[in-house]
Each structure stands twice: as C-alpha cells, then as structure tokens.
C-alpha cells in the first residue's frame, strides 16, 4: 500500500504558475503509475498527467500539453506537477494517485486515464485561477 498527501495548492491569477507536490510514503520499492487528476464542481474527474516512477514514461491530456509538467524525485518519494500559463477553466480540486506500474502502458496506449483505474489516492489540493 501507499499513502499520498498533497500539497501546494492556492489561488492565482490567470496566466500565472503552481507547483502541486505529493509525497508518496509506505510501499515505495515498487514501481507505481503516478497521476494527476483534477475535479471540478459537477464535472467528472478528469486525468491530467501520469508519469511512471523510476521512468521517464508520461502522459498529458491534451487540455495541459505544452503548460504543465510532471516529475518525480526519485530519493524523496515526491511527485510534482509544474502548471505554467493558468486558465481559469483550470480551477479545480487536484488529486495525486497511484497505481501498479503495468497502468502506464495502458495510459498511454489508450491515450486516456481513467480515475476508476488508480487506486491509491490523497486527499486532493485546490486550485482556484481567477481573471
């Protein structure tokens, strides 16, 4: 098992940048798909970004490409997700989860993530991108 807690969210102007953290603890020794996933009121939860860990496998949905990057630090069991250029249709709750590793195949193949897929998950961080 692993537990994730997020971090980093806030409030900012359009056009502006966040850097949400998730610090991943427990069962660690093992390759996970990492996500990010972002729900907002009465919308479905939707999939952002997903990175393997040990790798340099990603995904993006098409809605962030070219605006937000995902990343792991390895040694401190963390991922990030770098969001450049805010929209405000970018307002959201923010979830980190994890999934066994064989999900990133499928990620990407696909080219969709889906949240019922992921089974570990944090508590998510908000982010509210005003005009």
């Known amino acids: 098992q692993v537990q994730l807690v997020e971090s980093g969210g806030g409030s900012v102007q359009a056009g502006g940048s966040l850097r949400l953290s998730c610090g991943a603890s427990g069962d660690t020794s093992i390759s996970y798909c990492m996500g990010w996933f972002r729900q907002a009121p009465g919308k479905e939860r939707e999939g952002v970004a997903a990175?393997?860990?040990?790798?340099?496998?990603?995904y993006y949905a098409d809605s962030v490409k070219g605006r937000f990057t995902i990343s792991q630090d390895n040694a401190e069991n963390t991922l990030y997700l770098q969001m450049n250029s805010l929209k405000p249709e970018d307002t959201a709750m923010y979830y980190c989860?994890?999934?066994?590793?064989?999900?990133?195949?499928?990620?990407?193949?696909?080219?969709?993530?889906?949240?019922?897929?992921?089974?570990?998950w944090g508590q998510g961080t908000q982010v509210t991108v005003s005009l």
């Open positions: 989860a994890a999934e066994f590793g064989g999900l990133m195949t499928e990620i990407q193949a696909l080219g969709i993530m889906s949240a019922a897929d992921f089974t570990y």
């Open positions: 990175i393997l860990t040990g790798d340099d496998s990603t």
